[in-house]
């Protein structure tokens, strides 16, 4: 589970980094949806490991917020693009 909680959440700032360099706006628009997606894998695997005690409640707080600010960005990100690429 720790295995999966690192490729998610090291997959998000990989995608974050390809769409720095996208080709088009469209390309732009997937890689940060699929950073969202990621970001949501991760907020399911800190879920998971804090109930089975893997995390601490300190851990998990601290985990959580992070990522849950990366949830917001990323879907703020997504939204704005999508509007200015159909405008």
């Keep these: 589970m720790s295995k999966q909680l690192l490729r998610s959440g ?3 700032g990989a995608n974050v980094r390809e769409g720095q360099y996208a080709q088009s706006k469209k390309d732009f628009i997937s890689k940060m949806s699929i ?3 990621e970001a949501g894998e991760t907020n399911y695997w ?11 409640d300190e851990e998990y707080s601290s985990l959580n917020k992070d990522n849950d ?18 405008s």
């Design 10 to 12: 090291t997959s998000i």
């Design 35 to 37: 950073a969202l997606k």
């Design 46 to 56: 800190l879920d998971v490991l804090h109930s089975v005690k893997y995390l601490s």
């Design 69 to 86: 600010e990366l949830l917001n960005l990323l879907a703020s990100i997504v939204k704005t693009s999508k509007e200015k690429n159909n």
